[in-house]
């Protein structure tokens, strides 16, 4: 079990990369000469980066190099998605980061440079956000996963950690009361994610809940140090995430640096809900303010 307690120390050589990035591609005259930055967008929990490429298709339209990354242990038909320790989703994200840097401003290469995380995506997101600071210029947080293990003594969590340690694959979490209705409440969608063979229907095992559940109080602790501009979105009926605790994070972070934003009624996947077309148009005009 590897968690980081000092993010500074932080090195993508740490690990070893695991899953490619995809690139989203652009198309015909949407296409641009010069990019306004890059986004790169980090999918949630038992989904994978297949389900965000209509979002990818906007953000490149409106001028954003989109990388699009499937997290290590997911997006496999069948396959229960697992980590050994929640960093292992960081490396591949932050070499890709670090060749931008590298690389300079050019129009393969634009900055700045913003992470757009859904729920556990989030997480990946804002532990990148701390462990390189000078690098991404800004997040873009939609239903965080906080406040996932809030009922949960970390005596009872320390013990989860060693049991994890045997029993990994233990099925412990069932899948959210209601299934694909605590995502979306458009039916269209709930069905989209129900057949998606590349989507994860089932149990998570002991680990994974481990895993997730310390990553996600770990972070929310860590979140004043987070000193770059900060969306932050949420659906005042997320059943998945914690609304209740999704604000409390939001008062964890500089109130000159966060833009914090609820939909009344909405769920968990802000994406594919029934605002969904207000949320992108909030992300588009956040986004205007951070552009080259």
């Not at 953000?59 to 292992?88: C, M, N, S």
């Not at 809940?209 to 004043?224: F, G, K, N, P």
């Amino acid at each position: 079990m590897r968690f980081l307690p000092v993010f500074s120390s932080f090195s993508s050589r740490d690990l070893t990369p695991s899953t490619p990035l995809a690139e989203a591609q652009s198309r015909g005259a949407s296409a641009v000469l010069r990019a306004r930055g890059t986004v790169i967008l980090i999918h949630g929990f038992a989904e994978h980066a297949g389900r965000y490429e209509t979002t990818a298709a906007r953000l490149q339209r409106l001028g954003w190099k989109t990388v699009v990354v499937t997290l290590k242990g997911h997006g496999g038909a069948g396959i229960r998605p697992d980590i050994e320790a929640f960093d292992d989703y960081l490396p591949p994200i932050v070499e890709t980061i670090d060749g931008l840097v590298e690389q300079g401003n050019t129009a393969e290469t634009a900055r700045p440079i913003v992470l757009l995380g859904q729920s556990m995506g989030a997480l990946v997101a804002c532990r990148i956000a701390l462990c390189r600071p000078s690098s991404v210029s800004g997040l873009i947080l939609s239903s965080p996963a906080f406040g996932i293990a809030d009922w949960m003594p970390r005596a009872v969590l320390g013990l989860l950690g060693l049991l994890s340690q045997w029993l990994p694959a233990l099925p412990i979490v069932p899948p959210p009361k209601g299934g694909a209705a605590a995502l979306s409440q458009i039916s269209q969608e709930q069905t989209r994610f129900e057949e998606d063979p590349l989507c994860w229907h089932g149990f998570l095992g002991l680990r994974m809940a481990y895993q997730l559940a310390r990553a996600s109080m770990e972070t929310e602790e860590l979140l004043h140090r987070i000193d770059i501009p900060t969306l932050l979105l949420w659906g005042d009926a997320d059943t998945v995430s914690n609304p209740d605790a999704i604000r409390r994070a939001s008062r964890r972070m500089s109130a000159d640096l966060v833009t914090a934003e609820v939909w009344p009624g909405s769920r968990h996947h802000l994406f594919t809900d029934r605002d969904a077309e207000s949320h992108f148009l909030k992300i588009r005009g956040w986004l205007e303010q951070r552009r080259t």
